[in-house]
């Protein structure tokens, strides 16, 4: 047959502390999952624009390369030097 003892009041707070303890670390781990996801789907979307840029930027590149040649291009400047 079994005895129930009960627990002394200090006991039990401590006992009762740790179970909060251990809840609000649970929801902070949701939350930083959830707030990384977001994160992953904005970095998806910023990588996204990235590759159209450098798409863009190698489309204007071949336009010049054509029109011009090889070169350095001096965006200060606006100015080409064209390799010869």
Do not use: C, P
């Amino acid at each position: 047959m079994s005895k129930t003892i009960k627990l002394s009041d200090e006991e039990l707070k401590k006992l009762v502390d740790f179970q909060k303890q251990n809840d609000n670390i649970t929801l902070d781990l949701g939350r930083i999952d959830i707030q990384k996801a977001l994160l992953d789907g904005q970095r998806g979307v910023v990588l996204e624009k990235l590759a159209d840029l450098q798409e863009k930027s190698n489309v204007v590149a071949k336009e010049l390369q054509t029109k011009y040649g090889n070169g350095n291009i001096d965006l200060g400047k606006g100015e080409i030097t064209v390799a010869e």
